[in-house]
């Protein structure tokens, strides 16, 4: 085949994968999907949004997918969200700050990219969607500096994750420091913690280190947190700052991997876990550390890097599936009973935490090996493939799936093959130049 007849082939397939995306972009289902079925917990649902591109926002979910109370901020992402009464959220936002607007002392490093995080903890009037009362800070990097978790407590105060220094706190209503914790006094080398379990170690002041992205009060007062990096779920007595309990193992991917949002079932003695890099739903027997319930989504739409998950009075569970930008909650047999399917991640984009509005998840519910379990994980090339198709929302339009990206790499070969042939063409012409007298 001469030079001339393939470019022009090539150039076919290009004009007829352009046409077909062109057409596909114009076409193409974006509407949400909504399974609004028999036995979901009744309620609407709040969603934290992180989003793909500092879009974040908090959104109110009626069971229907109507959407009926949202608020936002520009270059912002969302995490934990929590009603605390009709007329008040509370939420945990990170914002995206140019230099100008940033203390100078978080502008000190080249990898901040003349930017810094604003991380706020703050509460929404619901009418006004104006702020009433805030509590915020500065940090470098808006990666892995977020603030990602904060629980109003019963007296009042405020828990908050601060995972860019490592540390929980709470604080009263004026800002005031009441209680504060900071891993590197309790994970590092040389630590009764680190002598037993081990742990990746602190590279630097600002490296990501314990990706501490939970804290949640437990009945005896003490405080549950999530040390994402180490792969462990640790319960701290806040009299004596020490570490009494500990669940999971540094290392131990097979028990939990990069988890999110454990919620307890005290009265069961079992928790439920977000085991977001195995992208399933796992619930642990504490004592025994042992699963007694998996859910890793319907045979043919497989969950991918879920981030919250909590266990609702009726037994249902109600599932933040993250890069498949939906949420959805299943019955005690694994059926979907309420979905929020945002196909095109319009509406929530790579939510991070849901709750519905109304349920109290610290009543009598019950526990996993109730449940029927549901784990058909994908094999190692389908997970993979559907890994990279969920990572590429991060490059391309959220509504490209599988079939939209294999365009577009269908595309690049081909603009590429035909760069490849004009680099001949110029060089043979150039080579046979030398030749003529």
Known sequence: MNQRTRVTIVGVVITLLVGSLVVQAAVIDRSVEVVNGDG???????????????????????????????????NSRVFGVEQLDEETVLAAVAVRTPAEDCPEEHLEYEETDHQCVHNRVVEIDKNSTEVVWEYDWYDEFIANHEVHDVERLENGETAIADMGNDRAFTIDRDGETTWEWHAEDHLTPGTPF????????????????????????????????SIRNFDVIIEVDPETDEIVDTVGEPGNDSMMDHQHNPHRIE????????????????ELDLETEAHIWRYTGPSNDHLQWPRDADRLPNGNTLITDSRNNRVLEIDPDGE?????????????????????????????????????????????????????????????????????????????????WLSAEGFVFAWRRRFRGRFVT
């Open 40 to 74: 979901s917990h009744p309620g609407n649902t709040l969603v934290g949004v992180h989003s793909y591109n500092d879009d974040g926002r908090v959104v109110e979910l009626t069971p229907d997918g109507e959407v009926a109370w949202e608020w936002s901020v520009p």
């Open 194 to 225: 680190h002598e037993e379990y081990g742990g990746p170690e602190k590279e630097g002041e600002h490296d990501d280190w314990t990706h501490m992205n939970d804290i949640d009060r437990l009945e005896n007062g003490n405080f549950q947190i």
């Open 267 to 282: 009265a069961e003695g079992t928790m439920v876990v977000a085991d977001s890099e195995n992208s399933r739903i796992i």
């Open 336 to 416: 979907i009973v309420w979905q929020f399917d945002d196909l095109a991640g319009e509406v929530i984009p790579l939510p991070y935490e849901a709750d519905r509005i109304g349920a109290d998840e610290q009543s009598d519910v019950p526990a996993g090996d109730e449940l029927t379990e549901i784990d058909s994980e994908p094999g190692p090339v389908e997970s993979t493939v559907r890994k990279w198709e969920a990572m590429a929302q991060y490059v391309f339009p959220t509504w490209m799936h599988l079939p939209q990206i294999l365009h577009v790499v269908g595309i690049t070969i081909g603009l590429l």
